[in-house]
């Protein structure tokens, strides 16, 4: 059971936005703004698209963008393409104690 | 360019211990600046952080694993490692080294290619 909760499959047709959630705690996503996001295709090492809630790194499109409100942090693709269709992870930074939290995964299905 | 790559046995047998390597390219783990860690992924399911080591040999490890993670590293080889004692099936799983700072405050940034370990008799 992962510590984040992520709903299992997220579809939608090309050029529709879609969005993926991520619920944690008061302890994790609530309390810290250090969310970050990954793609993975099948086979592939996953990359980071999101990282500090909102932040994308240096060549990712701006189609991806990530939000947080209270303890559910978001990821929001838009003008969704078929090379979306991929994997998709959030990821929490959760304290001292826990350390790092992971979503259990998004399949994003292109229709 | 920033290279991760893992290496270690593809197969390892119930009940004994998992030993990998990261080999790092394109940078120093004798940063400050910088974390390396390893994250799992048993086939078909989702990632799960194992631990993380710093440049000075600080470890943080999923407490969830207990006492059976220890990671170290080589500087001077520029390698750091993991081992897993006394394995199950359950441990079959693609294992990444990866790079981030601190608490993840840019994300895992940089992931190896990842390799395959299965546990079985």
């Known amino acids: 059971q992962s510590a984040l909760t992520q709903p299992a499959s997220v579809s939608g047709s090309p050029g529709q936005s879609i969005t993926i959630s991520c619920t944690g705690t008061?302890?994790?996503?609530?309390?810290?703004?250090?969310v970050s996001w990954y793609q993975q295709h099948p086979g592939k090492a996953p990359k980071v698209i999101i990282y500090?809630?909102?932040k994308r790194p240096s060549g990712v499109s701006s189609r991806f963008s990530g939000s947080k409100s209270g303890i559910t942090a978001s990821l929001t693709i838009s003008g969704l393409q078929v090379d979306d269709e991929a994997d998709y992870y959030c990821c929490s930074y959760a304290g001292s104690t826990t350390h790092v939290a992971f979503g259990g995964g998004t399949k994003v299905t292109v229709l | 360019h920033l290279q991760l790559q893992e290496s270690g046995p593809g197969l390892v047998k119930p009940s004994e211990t998992l030993s990998l390597t990261c080999t790092v390219s394109?940078?120093?783990?004798?940063?400050?600046?910088?974390?390396w860690g390893w994250i799992r992924q048993p086939p078909g399911k989702g990632l799960e952080w194992i631990g993380t080591?710093?440049?000075?040999?600080?470890?943080y490890y999923n407490p969830s694993l207990g006492s059976r993670v220890t990671m170290s590293l080589d500087t001077s080889k520029n390698q750091f490692f993991l081992k897993l004692t006394s394995v199950t099936a359950a441990d079959t799983s693609a294992y990444y080294c990866?790079?981030?700072?601190?608490?993840?405050?840019?994300?895992?940034?940089?992931w190896g290619q990842g390799t395959l370990v299965t546990v079985s008799p």
């Open positions: 990866v790079r981030h700072a601190a608490m993840i405050s840019g994300g895992f940034d940089c």
């Open positions: 394109g940078d120093s783990l004798s940063t400050r600046s910088y974390y």
């Open positions: 500090e809630g909102t």
């Open positions: 080591v710093y440049y000075n040999g600080d470890t």
């Open positions: 008061s302890s994790d996503v609530g309390y810290f703004n250090l």
